[in-house]
């Protein structure tokens, strides 16, 4: 297939650049994936979608405040985003502009702190941190990183916005945005309706915000994140599986966790990088039905939904979302599919 076959007109004010007042107010698109049926409902409704017995399987990931502003000796300004702590006193980062950054270049923090540049690994930066603890200075002095798409600085509100009640394990510089719009009440309420959770983690990296630039997708290679899936999550889908339930994964990092862990076929502990790239043909091994945001066009994500409720479906899906003003991307509304085969 290629890139353009999952491209879609977008306006520009259907871009969500605010969340809504309050997690659970958004609306929930539902495609059932084997005969293309969409219903309009509300992320409320969303315990009428689930069973008894089904796992919902969430990503724990936090958001690090990972989007540091300095300067260069020159007084030229850098922004940098962390990409992937190394340790206490070091990261891979991408810095902007990068061209005249060398190693043992210094940069001043907005604010008090500095980095060093201590080498490169491909297109990001070492970085280390000359006191000791780079984590202390992110907190102290680091933004939420917001996406792109959102054009806007980021502000208090965000703190605690762009980011899971259920966030655990520090290491994302990107939501998982389907986890959003969960409060602890709905959590409840869905535990309360026999429905079990399960966690795990995979750290979102600015690789997903890449675009697919190859005509033909086969062609594009995925990102590297990193993932943990449990003995115990393997346990709970054994169990859901061995009961008649459904393994609902809370968007697609949790899709690419369990699908990774599954490579071979049959679901294992997993810990380590993936490159999982899902497109149409891929066949699911773990996830039954998916909850996912709206992603953006030609983009991986996008790729991955249309692997699993259909490539046709899901782009009508998309057609109608904006004929009916639905709010698109990180701070937008969700999707509820089931899949297609």
Not at 95 to 105: D, E, I, M, N, V
Not at 173 to 191: K, N, Q, V
Not at 253 to 269: F, H
């Amino acid at each position: 297939m290629y890139r353009t076959d999952f491209h879609y007109e977008l306006p520009p004010e259907l871009i969500a650049q605010r969340p809504l007042a309050e997690r659970g107010a958004s609306r929930l698109l539902n495609l059932d994936g084997p005969s293309g049926a969409l219903r309009d409902l509300s992320f409320a409704d969303l315990p009428q979608l689930l069973r008894p017995g089904d796992l919902l399987v969430l990503n724990d990931t936090s958001v690090m405040r990972a989007r540091l502003l300095g300067r260069k000796p020159t007084g030229g300004c850098v922004e940098i985003l962390i990409e992937r702590l190394l340790g206490p006193d070091a990261a891979l980062a991408h810095c902007r502009p990068g061209r005249s950054l060398r190693t043992a270049t210094e940069i001043e923090i907005d604010g008090g702190g500095k980095v060093v540049v201590a080498g490169r690994e491909g297109e990001l930066f070492r970085l280390v941190a000359p006191d000791g603890d780079l984590s202390a200075l992110m907190a102290r002095r680091g933004h939420v990183p917001l996406p792109p798409y959102i054009q806007r600085p980021d502000d208090g509100a965000d703190t605690e916005r762009y980011q899971t009640v259920y966030a655990a394990r520090e290491g994302a510089i990107a939501a998982p945005t389907a986890g959003l719009h969960f409060e602890e009440a709905m959590l409840a309420r869905l535990s309360a309706l026999g429905v079990g959770q399960a966690r795990v983690t995979l750290h979102v990296g600015a690789g997903t915000f890449q675009p697919v630039r190859a005509e033909r997708i086969d062609a594009h290679r995925m990102h590297a994140e990193w993932v943990e899936v449990g003995d115990d999550v393997c346990a709970q889908v054994s169990a859901t599986r061995a009961a008649g339930g459904r393994v609902v994964a809370v968007g697609t990092t949790s899709v690419r966790s369990l699908e990774t862990a599954a490579a071979d076929g049959a679901l294992r502990p997993y810990c380590g990088d993936s490159r999982l790239f899902i497109r149409p043909g891929y066949r699911f091994r773990v996830v039954d039905a998916l909850l996912t945001n709206f992603h953006l066009p030609e983009s991986t994500l996008l790729m991955l939904v249309s692997a699993f409720a259909g490539h046709a479906q899901v782009m009508a899906a998309y057609r109608h979302a904006v004929e009916a003003r639905y709010r698109f991307f990180s701070y937008g509304d969700a999707m509820f599919l089931t899949r297609w085969n």
